[in-house]
Protein backbone atom coordinates (compact mmCIF):
# COMPACT_ATOMS: atom_id res chain seq x y z
CA UNK A 1 0.00 0.00 0.00
CA UNK A 2 1.60 3.25 -0.92
CA UNK A 3 2.13 5.79 1.52
CA UNK A 4 -0.45 8.40 -0.04
CA UNK A 5 -2.99 5.98 1.02
CA UNK A 6 -1.79 5.45 4.17
CA UNK A 7 -2.01 9.17 4.83
CA UNK A 8 -5.45 9.72 3.69
CA UNK A 9 -6.89 6.06 5.60
CA UNK A 10 -5.51 7.53 8.77
CA UNK A 11 -6.85 11.07 7.85
CA UNK A 12 -10.42 9.38 7.20
CA UNK A 13 -10.04 7.62 10.69
CA UNK A 14 -8.84 10.07 12.51
CA UNK A 15 -11.58 12.42 11.45
CA UNK A 16 -14.09 10.33 11.75
CA UNK A 17 -13.28 9.43 15.07
CA UNK A 18 -13.14 13.15 16.07
CA UNK A 19 -16.69 13.66 14.68
CA UNK A 20 -18.19 10.60 16.61
CA UNK A 21 -16.92 12.02 19.78
CA UNK A 22 -17.62 15.96 19.06
CA UNK A 23 -21.24 14.86 19.25
CA UNK A 24 -21.41 13.04 22.10
CA UNK A 25 -19.60 15.68 24.43
CA UNK A 26 -22.04 18.28 22.63
CA UNK A 27 -25.42 16.20 23.81
CA UNK A 28 -23.67 15.98 27.36
CA UNK A 29 -23.05 19.64 27.65
CA UNK A 30 -26.03 20.52 26.07
CA UNK A 31 -28.96 17.90 27.93
CA UNK A 32 -29.40 20.31 30.55
CA UNK A 33 -30.10 23.49 28.50
CA UNK A 34 -31.87 21.01 26.05
CA UNK A 35 -34.54 19.50 28.61
CA UNK A 36 -35.33 23.03 29.48
CA UNK A 37 -36.28 24.38 26.23
CA UNK A 38 -37.96 21.44 25.09
CA UNK A 39 -39.76 21.03 28.53
CA UNK A 40 -38.67 17.50 28.48
CA UNK A 41 -38.65 15.18 30.90
CA UNK A 42 -35.59 13.30 32.13
CA UNK A 43 -36.49 10.50 31.27
CA UNK A 44 -36.72 11.99 27.61
CA UNK A 45 -33.79 13.58 27.55
CA UNK A 46 -31.99 9.98 28.61
CA UNK A 47 -33.81 8.09 25.55
CA UNK A 48 -31.32 10.84 23.58
CA UNK A 49 -28.63 9.20 24.75
CA UNK A 50 -29.80 5.43 25.13
CA UNK A 51 -32.05 5.26 21.88
CA UNK A 52 -28.35 6.29 19.97
CA UNK A 53 -26.40 3.66 21.59
CA UNK A 54 -28.77 0.67 21.54
CA UNK A 55 -29.13 1.53 17.94
CA UNK A 56 -25.50 1.55 17.43
CA UNK A 57 -24.10 -0.96 19.86
CA UNK A 58 -26.98 -3.09 18.05
CA UNK A 59 -25.37 -3.14 14.50
CA UNK A 60 -21.10 -2.54 15.26
CA UNK A 61 -20.69 -6.25 14.42
CA UNK A 62 -22.93 -6.69 11.56
CA UNK A 63 -21.22 -3.09 10.25
CA UNK A 64 -17.69 -4.34 10.51
CA UNK A 65 -18.57 -7.47 8.72
CA UNK A 66 -20.10 -5.89 6.14
CA UNK A 67 -16.96 -3.85 6.08
CA UNK A 68 -14.37 -6.67 5.75
CA UNK A 69 -16.81 -8.14 2.91
CA UNK A 70 -17.40 -4.66 0.72
CA UNK A 71 -14.39 -2.13 1.75
CA UNK A 72 -14.75 -0.46 4.52
CA UNK A 73 -13.72 2.62 3.07
CA UNK A 74 -16.82 2.55 1.34
CA UNK A 75 -19.10 1.99 4.71
CA UNK A 76 -16.80 4.72 6.50
CA UNK A 77 -18.48 7.10 3.70
CA UNK A 78 -21.78 6.18 3.75
CA UNK A 79 -21.88 6.54 7.53
CA UNK A 80 -20.06 10.10 7.95
CA UNK A 81 -22.43 11.23 5.26
CA UNK A 82 -25.58 9.74 7.07
CA UNK A 83 -24.45 10.77 10.65
CA UNK A 84 -23.53 14.30 9.07
CA UNK A 85 -27.35 14.67 7.93
CA UNK A 86 -29.09 13.80 11.17
CA UNK A 87 -26.74 16.00 12.84
CA UNK A 88 -28.29 18.93 10.85
CA UNK A 89 -32.11 17.53 11.71
CA UNK A 90 -31.31 17.48 15.34
CA UNK A 91 -30.03 21.24 15.02
CA UNK A 92 -33.99 21.49 13.25
CA UNK A 93 -36.06 19.11 15.51
CA UNK A 94 -39.38 20.94 16.90
CA UNK A 95 -39.80 18.36 19.47
CA UNK A 96 -37.62 16.02 21.85
CA UNK A 97 -39.45 13.09 20.32
CA UNK A 98 -38.05 14.07 16.65
CA UNK A 99 -34.55 14.54 18.64
CA UNK A 100 -34.79 10.80 19.92
CA UNK A 101 -36.16 9.41 16.18
CA UNK A 102 -32.98 11.31 14.66
CA UNK A 103 -30.49 10.15 17.81
CA UNK A 104 -31.79 6.73 16.67
CA UNK A 105 -31.16 7.24 13.24
CA UNK A 106 -27.73 8.94 13.84
CA UNK A 107 -26.59 5.72 15.83
CA UNK A 108 -27.07 3.32 12.65
CA UNK A 109 -24.60 5.75 10.83
CA UNK A 110 -22.50 5.67 13.73
CA UNK A 111 -22.43 1.95 13.63
CA UNK A 112 -21.35 1.92 9.58
CA UNK A 113 -18.50 4.21 10.05
CA UNK A 114 -16.86 3.09 13.77
CA UNK A 115 -15.58 -0.56 13.05
CA UNK A 116 -14.38 1.19 9.92
CA UNK A 117 -12.01 3.46 11.34
CA UNK A 118 -9.79 0.72 13.23
CA UNK A 119 -11.02 -1.55 9.75
CA UNK A 120 -8.89 0.46 7.55
CA UNK A 121 -6.53 1.28 9.71
CA UNK A 122 -5.91 -2.56 10.13
CA UNK A 123 -5.99 -2.84 6.38
CA UNK A 124 -3.37 -0.40 5.86
CA UNK A 125 -0.80 -0.54 8.39
CA UNK A 126 1.26 -3.35 9.41
CA UNK A 127 0.65 -4.96 13.07
CA UNK A 128 4.03 -3.67 14.77
CA UNK A 129 3.09 -0.52 13.10
CA UNK A 130 -0.39 0.12 14.55
CA UNK A 131 0.30 1.98 17.75
CA UNK A 132 0.72 5.08 16.66
CA UNK A 133 -2.04 5.28 14.14
CA UNK A 134 -4.35 4.15 16.91
CA UNK A 135 -2.63 6.70 19.30
CA UNK A 136 -3.48 9.49 16.51
CA UNK A 137 -6.80 8.42 16.63
CA UNK A 138 -7.34 8.47 20.20
CA UNK A 139 -5.81 11.77 20.31
CA UNK A 140 -8.31 13.20 17.99
CA UNK A 141 -10.87 11.19 19.99
CA UNK A 142 -9.29 13.66 22.84
CA UNK A 143 -9.02 16.51 21.05
CA UNK A 144 -13.04 16.56 20.17
CA UNK A 145 -13.90 16.04 23.76
CA UNK A 146 -11.96 19.37 24.64
CA UNK A 147 -13.29 21.18 21.91
CA UNK A 148 -16.45 20.07 21.90
CA UNK A 149 -17.75 21.22 25.14
CA UNK A 150 -16.20 24.48 24.87
CA UNK A 151 -17.77 25.30 21.36
CA UNK A 152 -20.69 23.53 22.43
CA UNK A 153 -21.00 25.50 25.68
CA UNK A 154 -20.27 28.46 23.97
CA UNK A 155 -23.09 28.01 21.29
CA UNK A 156 -25.62 27.09 24.22
CA UNK A 157 -24.83 30.12 26.20
CA UNK A 158 -25.58 32.74 23.32
CA UNK A 159 -27.16 30.69 20.26
CA UNK A 160 -28.94 28.20 21.84
CA UNK A 161 -28.07 24.02 22.18
CA UNK A 162 -29.28 23.88 18.78
CA UNK A 163 -26.65 25.61 17.08
CA UNK A 164 -23.86 22.84 18.93
CA UNK A 165 -25.40 19.98 16.82
CA UNK A 166 -24.56 21.91 13.53
CA UNK A 167 -20.37 21.90 15.03
CA UNK A 168 -19.85 18.61 13.26
CA UNK A 169 -21.95 18.76 10.04
CA UNK A 170 -19.31 21.04 7.45
CA UNK A 171 -16.19 18.02 8.61
CA UNK A 172 -18.09 14.82 8.71
CA UNK A 173 -20.03 15.98 5.07
CA UNK A 174 -16.68 17.10 4.16
CA UNK A 175 -14.22 14.03 4.86
CA UNK A 176 -17.25 11.70 3.48
CA UNK A 177 -16.93 13.41 0.41
CA UNK A 178 -13.74 13.02 -0.06
CA UNK A 179 -13.22 9.72 1.05
CA UNK A 180 -15.99 8.26 -1.38
CA UNK A 181 -14.37 9.91 -4.22
CA UNK A 182 -11.04 8.48 -3.66
CA UNK A 183 -11.37 4.52 -5.51
CA UNK A 184 -10.44 1.44 -3.37
CA UNK A 185 -9.07 -1.61 -4.49
CA UNK A 186 -12.08 -4.33 -4.23
CA UNK A 187 -11.35 -6.26 -0.82
CA UNK A 188 -9.54 -9.45 -1.52
CA UNK A 189 -10.29 -11.95 1.60
CA UNK A 190 -7.98 -15.05 1.41
CA UNK A 191 -9.89 -18.61 2.20
CA UNK A 192 -8.64 -21.25 4.62
CA UNK A 193 -6.69 -23.80 2.00
CA UNK A 194 -9.68 -25.99 0.87
CA UNK A 195 -12.63 -24.15 1.96
CA UNK A 196 -14.59 -21.77 -0.20
CA UNK A 197 -15.29 -18.15 0.66
CA UNK A 198 -18.43 -17.06 2.77
CA UNK A 199 -20.78 -17.15 0.72
CA UNK A 200 -23.73 -15.24 2.70
CA UNK A 201 -23.90 -12.82 5.93
CA UNK A 202 -25.34 -14.25 8.93
CA UNK A 203 -27.96 -11.88 8.94
CA UNK A 204 -30.42 -13.93 11.48
CA UNK A 205 -26.99 -13.84 13.80
CA UNK A 206 -27.20 -10.51 13.16
CA UNK A 207 -30.15 -9.64 13.91
CA UNK A 208 -30.34 -11.95 17.36
CA UNK A 209 -26.96 -10.21 18.32
CA UNK A 210 -28.94 -6.36 17.65
CA UNK A 211 -31.47 -7.79 19.93
CA UNK A 212 -29.68 -8.90 22.60
CA UNK A 213 -27.21 -5.69 22.81
CA UNK A 214 -30.36 -3.53 22.35
CA UNK A 215 -32.06 -5.03 25.46
CA UNK A 216 -29.32 -5.25 27.69
CA UNK A 217 -28.27 -1.20 27.08
CA UNK A 218 -32.57 -0.75 27.36
CA UNK A 219 -32.72 -3.03 30.82
CA UNK A 220 -29.56 -0.85 31.99
CA UNK A 221 -31.29 2.17 30.87
CA UNK A 222 -34.78 0.63 32.84
CA UNK A 223 -32.71 0.36 36.27
CA UNK A 224 -31.90 3.88 36.67
CA UNK A 225 -35.34 5.60 34.79
CA UNK A 226 -38.71 5.98 36.33
CA UNK A 227 -40.08 3.26 33.98
CA UNK A 228 -39.70 0.61 37.75
CA UNK A 229 -38.10 -3.00 37.45
CA UNK A 230 -40.38 -3.99 35.27
CA UNK A 231 -38.43 -2.27 32.33
CA UNK A 232 -35.21 -4.00 33.41
CA UNK A 233 -36.51 -7.13 34.21
CA UNK A 234 -38.31 -7.08 29.78
CA UNK A 235 -34.61 -5.97 28.54
CA UNK A 236 -32.56 -8.41 30.89
CA UNK A 237 -34.90 -11.20 29.79
CA UNK A 238 -34.92 -10.39 25.72
CA UNK A 239 -30.97 -10.07 26.31
CA UNK A 240 -31.00 -13.74 27.63
CA UNK A 241 -32.79 -15.26 25.22
CA UNK A 242 -31.37 -13.78 22.58
CA UNK A 243 -28.04 -14.04 23.39
CA UNK A 244 -28.45 -17.79 23.97
CA UNK A 245 -30.15 -18.52 20.50
CA UNK A 246 -26.69 -15.79 19.31
CA UNK A 247 -24.40 -18.36 20.80
CA UNK A 248 -26.25 -21.82 19.40
CA UNK A 249 -26.32 -20.15 16.00
CA UNK A 250 -22.80 -19.18 15.76
CA UNK A 251 -21.56 -22.59 16.57
CA UNK A 252 -24.09 -24.12 14.03
CA UNK A 253 -23.75 -21.76 11.06
CA UNK A 254 -22.12 -22.17 7.80
CA UNK A 255 -20.95 -18.76 8.18
CA UNK A 256 -21.43 -17.27 11.38
CA UNK A 257 -21.17 -13.34 11.69
CA UNK A 258 -18.21 -13.97 15.04
CA UNK A 259 -15.79 -16.51 12.92
CA UNK A 260 -14.18 -18.62 14.87
CA UNK A 261 -10.50 -17.44 14.75
CA UNK A 262 -11.19 -14.06 16.11
CA UNK A 263 -12.50 -15.76 19.22
CA UNK A 264 -9.09 -17.33 19.31
CA UNK A 265 -6.93 -14.90 20.58
CA UNK A 266 -6.49 -15.02 24.71
CA UNK A 267 -6.30 -11.28 24.77
CA UNK A 268 -9.33 -10.12 22.91
CA UNK A 269 -12.08 -10.97 26.26
CA UNK A 270 -9.30 -9.38 28.62
CA UNK A 271 -9.19 -6.15 26.54
CA UNK A 272 -12.77 -5.73 25.95
CA UNK A 273 -13.20 -6.15 29.45
CA UNK A 274 -11.02 -3.35 30.57
CA UNK A 275 -12.51 -0.95 27.57
CA UNK A 276 -16.15 -1.65 29.33
CA UNK A 277 -14.75 -0.71 32.90
CA UNK A 278 -12.61 2.18 31.49
CA UNK A 279 -15.70 3.46 29.58
CA UNK A 280 -18.01 2.76 32.56
CA UNK A 281 -15.70 4.63 34.84
CA UNK A 282 -15.40 7.61 32.74
CA UNK A 283 -18.71 8.53 31.22
CA UNK A 284 -20.60 6.95 34.62
CA UNK A 285 -18.59 9.93 36.29
CA UNK A 286 -19.33 12.49 34.16
CA UNK A 287 -23.11 12.30 33.78
CA UNK A 288 -23.25 13.01 37.91
CA UNK A 289 -20.06 15.28 37.47
CA UNK A 290 -21.58 17.91 35.10
CA UNK A 291 -25.04 18.29 37.19
CA UNK A 292 -22.70 19.09 39.91
CA UNK A 293 -20.81 21.47 38.53
CA UNK A 294 -23.98 23.60 36.96
CA UNK A 295 -26.92 22.44 39.09
CA UNK A 296 -24.61 22.39 43.03
CA UNK A 297 -21.94 24.74 41.71
CA UNK A 298 -24.10 26.87 39.52
CA UNK A 299 -21.81 26.90 36.61
CA UNK A 300 -22.92 27.82 32.74
CA UNK A 301 -22.46 24.93 30.39
CA UNK A 302 -19.14 27.27 29.52
CA UNK A 303 -17.67 27.40 33.03
CA UNK A 304 -18.96 23.91 33.53
CA UNK A 305 -16.86 22.67 30.24
CA UNK A 306 -13.81 24.83 31.20
CA UNK A 307 -13.65 23.31 34.61
CA UNK A 308 -13.71 19.56 33.12
CA UNK A 309 -11.09 21.55 30.36
CA UNK A 310 -7.55 19.01 31.54
CA UNK A 311 -9.77 15.89 31.63
CA UNK A 312 -9.24 15.93 27.51
CA UNK A 313 -6.27 17.67 27.21
CA UNK A 314 -4.76 15.48 29.40
CA UNK A 315 -5.97 12.28 26.93
CA UNK A 316 -4.76 13.79 24.49
CA UNK A 317 -1.77 14.17 25.60
CA UNK A 318 -1.22 10.48 27.06
CA UNK A 319 -2.49 8.94 23.93
CA UNK A 320 0.89 9.26 21.97
CA UNK A 321 2.82 8.83 25.58
CA UNK A 322 1.76 5.73 25.79
CA UNK A 323 2.91 3.97 22.94
CA UNK A 324 6.41 4.22 24.76
CA UNK A 325 5.56 2.69 28.65
CA UNK A 326 3.51 -0.37 26.80
CA UNK A 327 6.73 -1.25 24.62
CA UNK A 328 8.74 -1.03 27.56
CA UNK A 329 6.53 -2.42 30.45
CA UNK A 330 4.28 -3.95 28.40
CA UNK A 331 0.36 -3.57 28.06
CA UNK A 332 -0.57 -5.49 31.03
CA UNK A 333 1.73 -3.58 33.50
CA UNK A 334 0.86 -0.14 31.32
CA UNK A 335 -3.08 -0.56 31.38
CA UNK A 336 -3.32 -1.51 35.12
CA UNK A 337 -1.49 1.56 36.26
CA UNK A 338 -3.71 4.10 33.81
CA UNK A 339 -7.12 1.90 35.03
CA UNK A 340 -5.53 2.37 38.34
CA UNK A 341 -5.34 6.39 38.20
CA UNK A 342 -8.60 6.26 36.65
CA UNK A 343 -10.01 5.18 40.17
CA UNK A 344 -8.39 7.95 42.02
CA UNK A 345 -9.34 10.60 39.64
CA UNK A 346 -12.91 9.60 40.43
CA UNK A 347 -12.03 8.80 44.10
CA UNK A 348 -11.09 12.65 44.14
CA UNK A 349 -14.47 13.75 42.14
CA UNK A 350 -16.23 11.91 45.41
CA UNK A 351 -14.90 14.43 47.41
CA UNK A 352 -16.90 17.33 45.67
CA UNK A 353 -18.87 19.33 48.11
CA UNK A 354 -20.82 22.64 47.33
CA UNK A 355 -17.73 24.58 48.30
CA UNK A 356 -15.74 22.74 46.18
CA UNK A 357 -12.80 24.94 44.40
CA UNK A 358 -12.56 24.52 41.05
CA UNK A 359 -8.58 23.52 41.65
CA UNK A 360 -9.02 19.82 42.84
CA UNK A 361 -12.11 19.22 40.14
CA UNK A 362 -9.46 19.92 37.55
CA UNK A 363 -6.73 17.59 39.06
CA UNK A 364 -9.54 14.96 39.44
CA UNK A 365 -10.48 15.22 35.85
CA UNK A 366 -6.58 15.26 34.65
CA UNK A 367 -6.11 11.85 36.11
CA UNK A 368 -9.22 10.31 34.56
CA UNK A 369 -8.46 11.63 31.17
CA UNK A 370 -4.89 10.65 31.07
CA UNK A 371 -6.22 7.19 32.90
CA UNK A 372 -8.57 6.67 30.14
CA UNK A 373 -6.44 8.11 27.30
CA UNK A 374 -3.59 5.59 28.09
CA UNK A 375 -6.07 2.89 28.88
CA UNK A 376 -7.85 3.18 24.94
CA UNK A 377 -4.85 3.27 22.90
CA UNK A 378 -2.92 0.14 24.57
CA UNK A 379 -6.01 -2.01 25.36
CA UNK A 380 -7.55 -1.34 21.87
CA UNK A 381 -4.14 -2.16 20.04
CA UNK A 382 -3.70 -5.30 21.85
CA UNK A 383 -7.45 -6.20 20.49
CA UNK A 384 -7.01 -5.23 16.96
CA UNK A 385 -3.39 -6.22 16.18
CA UNK A 386 -4.08 -9.73 17.20
CA UNK A 387 -7.09 -9.51 14.95
CA UNK A 388 -6.56 -10.99 11.39
CA UNK A 389 -6.31 -8.65 8.64
CA UNK A 390 -9.54 -10.19 7.26
CA UNK A 391 -11.48 -9.90 10.37
CA UNK A 392 -10.69 -6.31 11.37
CA UNK A 393 -14.14 -5.28 11.08
CA UNK A 394 -15.85 -7.74 13.25
CA UNK A 395 -13.25 -7.11 15.48
CA UNK A 396 -13.34 -2.96 15.05
CA UNK A 397 -16.91 -3.94 15.74
CA UNK A 398 -16.04 -5.98 18.94
CA UNK A 399 -14.10 -3.12 20.32
CA UNK A 400 -16.22 -0.63 19.23
CA UNK A 401 -19.69 -2.60 20.71
CA UNK A 402 -17.27 -2.32 24.47
CA UNK A 403 -17.18 1.29 23.91
CA UNK A 404 -20.72 1.83 23.84
CA UNK A 405 -21.73 -0.67 26.13
CA UNK A 406 -19.54 0.96 28.78
CA UNK A 407 -20.92 4.31 28.92
CA UNK A 408 -24.79 2.71 28.96
CA UNK A 409 -23.77 0.56 31.85
CA UNK A 410 -21.51 3.79 33.80
CA UNK A 411 -24.83 6.39 32.89
CA UNK A 412 -26.94 3.37 34.06
CA UNK A 413 -25.16 3.04 37.28
CA UNK A 414 -24.82 6.36 38.10
CA UNK A 415 -28.66 7.60 37.82
CA UNK A 416 -29.31 4.17 39.50
CA UNK A 417 -27.06 5.21 42.55
CA UNK A 418 -28.56 8.73 42.23
CA UNK A 419 -32.06 7.49 42.96
CA UNK A 420 -30.81 5.44 45.96
CA UNK A 421 -29.16 8.32 47.00
CA UNK A 422 -31.74 10.78 46.75
CA UNK A 423 -34.83 11.28 49.16
CA UNK A 424 -37.30 11.61 46.62
CA UNK A 425 -36.23 8.21 45.53
CA UNK A 426 -36.23 8.69 41.97
CA UNK A 427 -33.38 9.43 39.07
CA UNK A 428 -35.39 12.62 37.99
CA UNK A 429 -35.55 14.18 41.64
CA UNK A 430 -31.69 13.73 41.56
CA UNK A 431 -30.77 15.43 38.32
CA UNK A 432 -34.09 18.22 38.36
CA UNK A 433 -32.12 20.98 39.89
CA UNK A 434 -32.72 19.24 43.62
CA UNK A 435 -29.45 20.78 44.84
CA UNK A 436 -29.67 19.47 48.23
CA UNK A 437 -30.44 15.50 46.23
CA UNK A 438 -26.71 16.23 44.55
CA UNK A 439 -24.97 17.38 47.02
CA UNK A 440 -25.72 13.84 49.38
CA UNK A 441 -25.96 11.40 46.09
CA UNK A 442 -22.86 12.15 43.77
CA UNK A 443 -20.31 11.47 46.39
CA UNK A 444 -21.20 8.00 46.94
CA UNK A 445 -22.24 7.30 43.16
CA UNK A 446 -18.28 8.20 42.01
CA UNK A 447 -16.96 6.14 44.72
CA UNK A 448 -18.64 2.98 43.41
CA UNK A 449 -17.74 4.35 39.71
CA UNK A 450 -13.98 3.97 41.20
CA UNK A 451 -14.59 0.48 42.60
CA UNK A 452 -15.33 -0.53 38.87
CA UNK A 453 -12.18 1.59 37.43
CA UNK A 454 -10.03 -1.08 39.58
CA UNK A 455 -12.16 -4.12 38.85
CA UNK A 456 -11.25 -2.95 35.31
CA UNK A 457 -7.24 -3.07 36.48
CA UNK A 458 -7.99 -6.98 37.98
CA UNK A 459 -9.65 -8.03 33.84
CA UNK A 460 -6.03 -5.92 32.23
CA UNK A 461 -3.95 -8.75 34.35
CA UNK A 462 -4.84 -11.23 30.76
CA UNK A 463 -3.34 -8.64 28.81
CA UNK A 464 -0.03 -9.87 27.44
CA UNK A 465 3.26 -8.85 29.39
CA UNK A 466 6.47 -6.94 28.04
CA UNK A 467 7.28 -8.50 24.89
CA UNK A 468 11.51 -9.50 25.00
CA UNK A 469 13.70 -8.19 22.67
CA UNK A 470 16.14 -10.78 21.89
CA UNK A 471 19.70 -10.32 20.46
CA UNK A 472 21.02 -12.22 17.50
CA UNK A 473 22.39 -15.44 18.76
CA UNK A 474 21.12 -15.50 21.96
CA UNK A 475 17.68 -16.55 23.74
CA UNK A 476 16.67 -14.68 26.42
CA UNK A 477 13.96 -16.08 28.98
CA UNK A 478 11.73 -13.63 30.44
CA UNK A 479 9.95 -14.34 33.93
CA UNK A 480 6.30 -13.31 33.02
Keep these: MSAAHRRITLTGSVVGAAVVALDGTVLTVVQPTLQKDLHASFAQVRWTSTGYLIAVAGLLVLAGRLGDRYGHRRLFAVGMLGFGATSAGIGLASGIGMVIVLRVAQGAFGALLQPATLGMLRAAFPPDRLGMPIALRTSAIGLAAATGPLLGGALAVHQGWRAAFFLNVPPALLIGLLVLAVREPAPQVAAPAGQRPPARLDLPGAGLLAFTVGGLVYALAGVSGDGGAGSSATGLAVAAVTGLLFAGRQRSARDPLVPPGVLA ?10 LVAASAALYGSLFPGVYHLQDVLGLDPLRCALVALPGPVAMVLAAPLSVLPARRYGPRRTVVGAMLLLALGDLLLSRLGAESGTTPICIAFLMVGAGFGTVMVVAT ?26 PALGVAAATALLTVGTPGATASAATSGSREALIHAVPPTLSVLAAVAVAGALSARGLPGRTPVTPRGRTVRVRR
Aim: aromatic content about 0%; proline content about 8%; charged content about 10%.
Design 265 to 274: SPALVPGLGV
Design 381 to 406: DVVVRQAPERHAGVVGGLQQTAMNIG
